[in-house]
């Protein structure tokens, strides 16, 4: 299976700041053919299930804030949140749906510092 | 509107057996792959199954493979996971998802959760 590595496991980052998480897969998750990068983004808070943020690696869902971007391809990826905002704490999670066997990130904790 | 609502968790006994559902509103379902996700208390998420639309294509994490079948109905618009077998490390809540019909691997809409519990 596909093993995908997050990084750092929690992070604290202050109110207006910007908060980065990586995301590493063990194999290439980008099509060969047409570079399109099969990596989503999740958010999950406290008690309630994950929300989609981003797809394709970089684009994303509807209604999600633009302080909310991703980048990356082939086998390292990005989550970027500028201009921390207080109902941002939560877990996030990248995933991968390039193979048939789904894998997450085993998650990044986001805080306030 | 969208809406995806899970049942039938509960506590089990180790080895035996237990029938998650899932009931969709609001959307085409028959025209969405399905998913099931778990999260045991306190750790991360886990993808353990998903099935294509017309119920004929399926695929499922190793940790359940050979225990677990996913399953649909696409006239009552529901989901299904029966689950065999069953260990303590089953333990979690499970989440039923669909895949966005804009590619075919992210969850776009998530249910509540249903919790299975198994323990002697």
């Known amino acids: 299976d596909v093993v995908m590595t997050q990084s750092p496991d929690s992070l604290a980052v202050s109110l207006g700041e910007r908060a980065t998480i990586n995301c590493k897969s063990s194999?290439?998750?980008?099509?060969?053919?047409?570079?399109?990068?099969?990596l989503a983004w999740y958010q999950q808070k406290p008690g309630q299930p994950p929300k989609l943020l981003i797809f394709w690696a970089s684009t994303r869902e509807s209604g999600v804030p633009d302080r909310f971007s991703g980048s990356g391809s082939g086998t390292d990826f990005t989550l970027t949140i500028s201009n921390l905002q207080a109902e941002d704490v939560a877990v996030y999670y990248c995933?991968?749906?390039?193979?048939?066997?789904?894998?997450f990130g085993q998650g990044t904790k986001v805080e306030i510092k | 509107q969208v809406q995806l609502v899970e049942s039938g968790g509960r506590l089990v006994r180790p080895g035996g057996s237990l029938r998650l559902s899932c009931e969709a509103s609001g959307f085409m379902f028959r025209d969405h792959y399905m998913s099931w996700v778990r999260q045991a208390p306190g750790k991360g998420l886990e993808w353990i199954a998903y099935?294509?639309?017309?119920?004929?294509?399926?695929h499922y994490a190793d940790s359940v493979r050979g225990r677990f079948t996913i399953s649909r109905d696409n006239t009552k618009k529901s989901l299904f996971l029966q689950m065999n077998s069953l260990r303590a490390e089953d333990t979690a809540v499970y989440y039923c998802a669909r895949v966005s019909i804009l590619a075919a691997g992210p969850m776009d809409v998530w249910g509540k959760g249903t919790t299975v519990t198994v323990s002697s």
């Open positions: 995933q991968q749906y390039y193979y048939n066997l789904w894998t």
């Open positions: 194999q290439s998750v980008s099509h060969s053919s047409n570079n399109v990068n099969y």
């Open positions: 099935i294509r639309g017309s119920g004929d294509n399926t």
